[in-house]
């Protein structure tokens, strides 16, 4: 096995073990024993618990924004860029729950990730640029500010991943297309010209 064959299988452990009991909850050992590595190999490609949370953090956001860059460079709509963006946010919850259940629980609550805002800041330019240029192409309409408008969006699907986290909303396969329906509908909707 490779160092970057060890260092993902930490990175993938760290998910599941962090999903099911917290961040501070966690021990690096217990990453370890999930991973199936010595208790020392976390700390050699780590260094300590946050680094691998940070880490777990700065790939998965990484993932997510390239995901939104690649909607907005694809030349489609306004109105179709972030109907893409609603499902591909919205469908990691069916392809990796355990991701979303970090980030929702931990990551964006977490006060030693302070300094990752701006990586977040990101998602969110992204989101205002479709918008604006939607309402520049006459896509979209033009009175709500881009900015605001790309802040409710991300709002709403950081909701929608909260309440499937909670159990408070059904995360059934039905329903994950069912959210994605009502959240293109209402919000992408709401905008379009």
């Known amino acids: ?12 452990a760290a998910v599941r073990v962090f999903a099911a009991r917290g961040y501070e909850a966690s021990r690096v050992g217990d ?4 991973a199936g590595v010595a208790y020392g190999l976390v700390y050699h490609y780590y260094g300590s618990k946050k680094a691998v949370l940070e880490a777990v953090f700065r790939e998965a956001w990484g993932r997510l924004l390239g995901a939104v860059a690649l909607a907005e460079e694809t030349g489609e709509t306004a109105p179709d860029q972030l109907e893409l963006v609603v499902k591909i946010v919205l469908r990691t919850w069916r392809d990796d729950f355990d991701l ?3 980030l929702v629980r931990e990551v964006t609550r977490n006060p030693n990730l302070q300094d990752e805002l701006d990586e977040i800041a990101q998602g969110f330019a992204s989101l205002e640029r479709i918008v604006r240029r939607g309402q520049e192409q006459g896509t979209l309409r033009p009175e709500p500010d881009a900015r605001v408008a790309a802040w409710m969006l991300y709002g709403a699907l950081e909701e929608v991943l909260t309440g ?9 396969a039905g329903a994950v297309a069912a959210a994605e329906r009502e959240v293109v509908a209402t919000l992408v909707g709401g905008l379009t010209a």
């Open 31 to 34: 990453i370890a024993k999930e």
């Open 1 to 12: 096995m490779t160092a970057e064959d060890k260092a993902r299988r930490i990175l993938e």
């Open 100 to 102: 979303v259940r970090l």
């Open 164 to 172: 499937w986290v909670l159990g408070t909303l059904p995360d059934d």
